[in-house]
């Protein structure tokens, strides 16, 4: 089978899909449509799960008809946001059929999404476009599922998919019984804003220091409003952008993984949420301290792996109440089945599924 990933700005979630599949390369061709940087300029490394890679460039419909003719895939395996590549992918005459890989919706948004490119079309219109016009749709959380519902009718094959971790990328843990020596140590790897948004973490960052829990921050790009940030208060450390085996490395030193983000501006999105972060801090061994955002305090409350606060003010007294050790030994059992490797099968079953559905006009010659 031959598969083309579709993406503007690769994400970590394509580089895991890709890495997981490599066991079944016999069977699989990859290859990966973009409109930005490939993996590995994005990330420092990935390109080498993918047979071929295609640059779009400044024309993507043209792009894309190029790609799809020389790479003959069976299917397309597009990721959003935005929706638009989706849409075009389902336009091509006689094309793939098309999975389409819902991280996030616009519509339940109220800031852009932040990759650097402009879209002409409404970006509402291009999401019911996207998730009505695919022959299949995987999403991040049954949460988004039903926010899909609620708005659009979705293809009739949906599949579940976690932002699961690499088995790959999980360090050794700490010890589990460790002792804890002073107030819990907190960190946070990930996006940062400072536009308002649900990265806009600053609030929550201070609100933790000035209760005196150290919180280290690990951005994925550089973060000037968090450097003053740490600057000014006693307890925030911001560390330079590490690879990410190098920060995988680093998270076992912690207590806890810090999840609780911003809902004044795209509350609803975060209901949806299973973000990549809360499944490497499991897989480093870490609980998950999360806010009240509904699919990821469900992921932590109904097994145990951490704790839930409804915001960051308070969160020491809390934090003292948890039962630390036991919450570690939950995620230690719990590390075998929150990564891609376990449930890869499910998406290639899914393809397979899709792939004997097209009509044969949108099948490899």
Not at 35 to 43: A, I, P
Not at 89 to 102: E, F, I, N, Q, R
Not at 138 to 148: C, F, H, Q, R, Y
Not at 177 to 185: I, Q
Request: aromatic share 6%.
């Amino acid at each position: 089978m031959r598969v083309l990933f579709l993406q503007r700005q690769p994400c970590i979630r394509a580089l895991k899909y890709a890495a997981a599949m490599r066991g079944a390369r016999g069977a699989l061709t990859l290859g990966f449509a973009y409109q930005g940087r490939t993996l590995s300029g994005w990330y420092g490394s990935g390109d080498e799960h993918f047979d071929r890679w295609f640059p779009l460039g400044a024309d993507p419909a043209s792009g894309l008809r190029h790609a799809v003719a020389e790479f003959r895939p069976d299917l397309i395996h597009s990721h959003n946001l935005p929706d638009a590549l989706t849409v075009l992918a389902l336009g091509l005459p006689g094309g793939p059929p098309v999975v389409h890989d819902a991280h996030d919706l616009q519509s339940l948004r109220r800031t852009p999404y932040e990759d650097g490119f402009d879209d002409p079309e409404d970006p509402l219109e291009l999401e019911r476009r996207a998730v009505e016009g695919c022959a299949a749709l995987v999403v991040v959380s049954a949460e988004m599922l039903e926010a899909i519902e609620a708005r659009h009718r979705p293809s009739a094959r949906v599949l579940a998919f976690p932002n699961l971790a690499l088995t790959g990328d999980l360090p050794e843990p700490a010890p589990v019984e460790r002792p804890l020596e002073g107030p819990p140590r907190l960190v946070y790897q990930g996006s940062l804003s400072a536009n308002g948004s649900h990265y806009d973490l600053r609030d929550g960052f201070r609100a933790a220091a000035e209760e005196g829990l150290p919180v280290d921050i690990y951005p994925n790009r550089d973060a000037p409003a968090y450097r003053e940030l740490a600057d000014r208060l006693t307890g925030i450390t911001l560390h330079e952008r590490l690879p990410p085996a190098r920060l995988m490395a680093a998270l076992p030193a912690y207590d806890l993984g810090w999840a609780i983000f911003n809902p004044s501006l795209n509350g609803p999105h975060l209901d949806t949420a299973l973000p990549n972060k809360a499944y490497e801090y499991l897989g480093a061994g870490l609980p998950i301290v999360s806010g009240p955002h509904r699919a990821l305090a469900g992921l932590v409350e109904d097994r145990g792996l951490g704790v839930v606060v409804p915001e960051a003010r308070g969160l020491r007294a809390r934090l003292e109440a948890l039962d630390l050790q036991a919450a570690r030994r939950r995620v230690a059992a719990a590390r075998p089945t929150i990564t891609v490797e376990s449930a890869i099968g499910d998406l290639l079953a899914l393809y397979e599924k899709v792939v004997a559905e097209a009509p044969a006009a949108g099948r490899a010659a």
